[in-house]
């Protein structure tokens, strides 16, 4: 596939916009210009950096496919922007019950600041989805085989009991070892929704790994890698952010910025739970494969 479109202006804007707020976040951590107000600026790093990277990935695609979402799948876009929100609610909910993350230096104005939250958690699913897709374009992993894996009914209905215990079963554990429970909670919703997913005849991972094809799964992971690389990077200098409570002992607590790296694996399956819940719900409200993934 060579290049024949033209890059859109909204990709250049992304792009301005992305470096203008990367000088702010590196002279806001290097203390450059002090008397400069840089946190008013770094205060909203994550949604502009976030949507910045969208619209630059979102213009290359369209430079290399001639559709995209901000040209031809404005709708998707916004399927994908509000079910992103309504999914980290539902983490959000559990980080109440298994502390992993606070913010910090939040906006005491709560409409600027649900705004602010909205802004950025609407990010969250074209980015990793885009993402995939790029890797998709350079036929990145597309050619990832294993052993077929086989789907009886009994293993359907055994993964549905077993994603239902890892979704529940931590917020009952005891309060001190909850936090260290989060890798039960991003492979729980892949276990419990997949086998609906396979027997609907959506999108599946569990029919890929039937045929022994896991390209799209490996893609997908790779995308939450890179997505929790650079989620990582522009959240350390910015203003407004989050910081983990989970802090693992002794070797695993080496970090990468913010983030332990025993924790960063989690992003891995993050790309692929968020693969099936986006079928698993958007099936209610059509058949068709609207991701294309």
Known sequence: MTPRHRFPIYGTLGIILLFVMQISLFASGMNIAPQFPWEEITGWATPVC??????????????????????????LLTLQCILSVVFWCLFEAYNRLLPGWRYINLDPNLNIRFLGYALAFATIMPGMFLTTELLQTYNILAHVRLKPIRCTATGLDLSILTGLLCCTAPVFMPEPT????????????????????YRRGLPSLYRDWATGNWSRTAQLMLA????????EFWNY????????????????????????????????????EYFVMFHFLSSFYTQEDKLGL
């Open 224 to 231: 939450g890698a890179i997505c929790g690389l650079l989620w």
């Open 237 to 272: 200098w910015a203003f407004t952010k989050w910081e983990y409570t989970f802090l693992p002992a002794g070797s695993l607590a080496a970090k990468y910025f913010e983030m332990p790296w025993v924790g960063f694996l989690g992003f891995l399956p993050f790309a692929l």
């Open 178 to 197: 909850r936090g260290y429970l989060w890798a039960f909670i991003w492979v729980g919703w892949i276990l419990l929704l997949e086998p609906f997913n």
């Open 50 to 75: 976030w949507w910045s990277y969208i619209c630059i990935i979102d213009a290359w695609l369209y430079r290399r496919k001639g559709a995209s979402l901000l040209t031809t799948g404005r709708r």
